[in-house]
């Protein structure tokens, strides 16, 4: 099995890292990175798989090496570091002067195992319902994540919007390399964002979990709300774990009452035709010079956030005034569909504890 081969502080706590930060089947491929949760930190490692002529390493070695951070916001500055150092410790396995080095210049106070301020930082989750923390989100990942994302999903991001709105624990798998599946992890949590003030203060956080492994089954029987990725296919019969499962490109959940949300209706493809759009303006703008600042991230981030916005602000003034009813015009004004987008709002009134009463009817057959 996997094995932790030298680390730095000594007395940290790093059960069950050796799994993280190497994910099941890697041994079919010939690199990766991988980003995790440990505890209270994020992790990102990079991997490496080498040919070796020896019966005792049974003709491969493989390694990881990886760092722990309370955020991830700066992880990815790191990736080339890692990397080549993964590349190093195959070839000239036991040096690891450049690694103590590198831990000395960036060494940080981590919080204990108690989360007590052993740190005067505290943890970020990103992205947050409770900050608006943007600017921090476009350091985070290399530029391209977002709009991959929207092309491998097409309109299937709408389904996956709906979810994460409503703090769904979803869980996405795929075979290795997991590493640009940790990217749709991120930008899974990406479409939640809202930027409102004052909204939200019981509202579970969507938190990125980045890959997992049944090592970490008892941690997520306690999570109400989380998006993570994995390798092992286990997962997909211990329905328990998660509420939406993506397989490939492949949305589906096993709860009855979240099935209409899987059914894309004239609203979605709405707002996915606007997203599109804005996109082309965008590429245009640049290919002609006027506008070198924006990028696809920045257009794809902000478009949900504005969305979000749009439908909490109606929500949270419908719940002010004096009769507080919802109506068809309402919803369409907050760009989703009267009769497609019902039970979504329901949830959604429930999930974030808003009082308002929804008159909008089913249609009937005549």
């Not at 030298?6 to 069950?16: M, V």
């Not at 190093?88 to 000395?104: N, V």
């Not at 769904?168 to 798998?173: N, T, V």
Request: glycine share 6%; net charge negative; charged share 20%.
């Amino acid at each position: 099995g996997n094995m932790v081969e030298w680390c730095l502080p000594q007395d940290i706590d790093l059960e069950g890292v050796e799994f993280k930060s190497m994910a099941s089947g890697s041994h079919k491929i010939q690199s990766d990175f991988i980003y995790f949760r440990k505890g209270l930190c994020f992790g990102l490692a990079c991997f490496a798989n080498m040919p070796v002529e020896s019966e005792l390493e049974r003709g491969a070695r493989m390694k990881s090496v990886g760092i722990l951070s309370p955020s991830y916001t700066l992880l990815y500055r790191y990736m080339h570091f890692l990397e080549n150092q993964v590349r190093h410790q195959l070839e000239m396995p036991g040096h690891y002067s450049h690694l103590e080095a590198f831990y000395d210049d960036k060494k940080g106070v981590l919080p204990d195992s108690k989360g007590t301020p052993g740190s005067q930082q505290p943890v970020h989750w990103l992205p947050s319902i409770h900050r608006y923390m943007y600017p921090e989100m476009k350091i985070t990942h290399p530029a391209g994540c977002m709009s991959q994302f929207i092309k491998f999903f097409g309109e299937q991001i709408l389904v996956l919007w709906k979810f994460a709105l409503l703090r769904k624990r979803i869980l996405i798998f795929s075979p290795p390399p997991v590493g640009v599946v940790c990217y749709r992890v991120y930008c899974c949590c990406c479409l939640a964002n809202v930027s409102l003030p004052g909204l939200g203060g019981t509202v579970p956080e969507s938190k990125p979990f980045f890959y997992v492994n049944v090592a970490d089954i008892e941690m997520l029987e306690t999570e109400v709300s989380y998006v993570a990725c994995t390798t092992e296919k286990i997962f997909e019969q211990k329905r328990d774990l998660y509420d939406v499962y993506v397989d490939n490109q492949n949305v589906k959940t096993h709860h009855e009452h979240l099935q209409p949300l899987l059914k894309i209706n004239n609203a979605d493809k709405e707002k996915y035709r606007r997203l599109n759009d804005q996109r082309q303006m965008l590429l245009y703008s640049q290919e002609v010079g006027e506008d070198c600042s924006s990028c696809e991230e920045d257009l794809f981030i902000l478009f949900f956030m504005e969305q979000n916005n749009r439908i909490f602000q109606t929500l949270m003034e419908v719940s002010a005034s004096q009769d507080k009813t919802l109506t068809a015009d309402h919803a369409r004004g907050m760009g989703l569909d009267p009769q497609g987008d019902r039970s979504f709002l329901m949830d959604l009134l429930e999930v974030y504890g808003i009082d308002v009463m929804l008159v909008i009817d089913n249609p009937c057959c005549t």
